[in-house]
């Protein structure tokens, strides 16, 4: 059992061995699946034949937009961020971004040299566009194309055209750069909720958690174990069924915490309130695939454990 797991990794830490009880109490509980008078139907699993499609449904849903983050909430700096693009055929390896006294900027370094040029625009606006309008690439040392470019905004959906070398015409992107992957300390104070601006004490907690985006058929359980420590919050995330084999946050991989029941893991809480992205490794299909999701956190149902 995952409850027998845990309290053999906590038991020498009481704070932990309560954040146990916690957990018990929350399987206890009603899931996230379909009730029914026996208890809880898991989540479905796919069939083969339905894998190719749910996979490519994965990888092309997106999570509910949140509100636009502009320069003027984001401390002067450089930071590396995380882009979405509309086409796996534009992709984005990595993303620095610049922000100067309210104005953003951002170099990204593409995964080929199909590109020459972009545009901040439609294509069909790109096509009629002088060559001064036009943003050229910047060759980096292992030959790989990068363009530099304005960033309106972070969590908006942004218009791009970029032009193909092969076809020699205009292709529209979508590009958005997401907020969630800033680390907290790069918001001016008051934009951003974490356990150290609600002043939370150290000890455990519950919250209610949602998820979006991968097909909408996937579910965590709410509401959360959180654990505050030194000011950082944690949360122990609990899925609908045993499919996931590890989860991603920031770029940093976090284990299963233990082998037995729905897949469970301990993950950290940057920020409340706020589309946290996060990646969960699917074995569910015939090939383990990664899918991105984004959790929010809701501060104003965070409780203490008694």
Known sequence: MLIAFLKVKYMHNTNKGIFILLLVMSLTAAGCGIKTPSGTLPEPERT?????????????????????????????????????????????????????DGKMSAVMAMSGTGYLKLYMGKGEEAERASEEACIPYTQAENGSHTFEIPVEALDMEIDCSAFSKKKEKWYDRVLIFRSGSLPPEAFKDGKITTAKSLELEDGLYTAEVALKGGSGRACVESPAA??????????????????????????????????????????????????????????????PHEVEYTMVFDSSTLKKAE
Request: negative net charge; charged residues 25%.
């Open 48 to 100: 083969a034949a339905d894998q190719s499609s749910a996979a490519e449904t994965e990888e092309s849903s997106s999570a509910d937009r949140q509100e636009p983050v502009y320069g003027s909430d984001v401390k002067d700096g450089v930071y590396s961020i995380t882009v979405d693009s509309s086409s796996s055929m534009f992709r984005i390896t990595s993303c620095e971004l610049t922000v100067r």
């Open 226 to 287: 959180i654990r505050i420590e030194d000011g950082n919050a944690y949360a122990v995330i609990i899925w609908g069924s045993s499919n996931y084999d590890y989860m991603k946050v920031n770029g940093e991989k976090y284990e299963q915490m233990g082998t037995e029941g729905n897949s469970a893991f301990e993950i950290p809480v940057g920020r409340f309130d706020w589309n946290m992205p996060v990646i969960a490794d699917t074995i569910a299909m015939s090939q």
